[in-house]
């Protein structure tokens, strides 16, 4: 015959109380950063689909602060863009040259929204986008970039055509 259940002893249920209420905390902590890495990121699963002529193509779902960033490749290495119709080149941050395997060349001097930079110009091997593939590409490397995503600039976008339609950006290669 078993007596009455006993309530844990003082210091060793605060402790399981404590610890109970981190586990918890933590989770949700998870739960909110998940959700608001997808808010500024809706693209990491890309939207892919081919159009009429076969064309491969990509859909860009604007972000709560209306840019388009998505998910791709740099000669390989997995990185974010983000699409910069201002932007002469793709402009990578230099921080980020080594572990794309990109090396600086000359310094150029360009005119951005935060007054003129002096970068250094490189080229990508080869940078993709979901199914978009695109080899030999100008780039510029920025000591002065903040983020670590990449600007997709008109180096690149000059070969794609682009169309916006609401709040979606779709990418497809342009005709040769």
């Known amino acids: 015959m078993t007596g009455p259940v006993k309530p844990i002893s003082g210091g060793l249920g605060k402790a399981m109380i404590y610890v ?3 586990v918890v905390l933590g989770i949700l902590v998870l739960f909110f950063q998940n959700v608001l890495d997808r ?3 809706p693209n990491r699963t890309l939207v892919t689909y081919n159009d ?3 064309r491969p193509s990509v859909v860009l ?3 709560r602060a209306g840019h ?7 000669n390989g290495h997995p990185v974010e863009f983000l699409v910069d119709t201002g932007a002469s080149d793709i402009a990578i941050p230099l921080e980020m040259a080594d572990r794309l395997g990109l090396r600086p060349g000359m310094p150029r001097q360009y005119q951005t929204a935060n007054g003129f930079v002096t970068a250094f110009t490189t080229h990508i091997d ?3 986008i979901g199914p978009l593939v695109i080899h030999n590409v100008r780039a510029s490397l920025n ?3 903040g983020s670590m995503e990449i600007l997709l600039g008109m180096s690149l976008l000059k070969d794609l ?3 916006q339609r609401g709040d979606t950006l779709t990418l497809t290669p342009g005709t040769p």
């Open 143 to 145: 000591p002065g970039m």
């Open 20 to 22: 109970a209420w981190i």
């Open 68 to 74: 388009y960033l998505g998910s791709g490749t740099v």
């Open 161 to 163: 055509e682009f169309t």
């Open 52 to 54: 009429t002529a076969g």
């Open 39 to 41: 808010q500024r990121n």
């Open 126 to 128: 080869e940078l993709t």
């Open 61 to 63: 779902k604007q972000n």
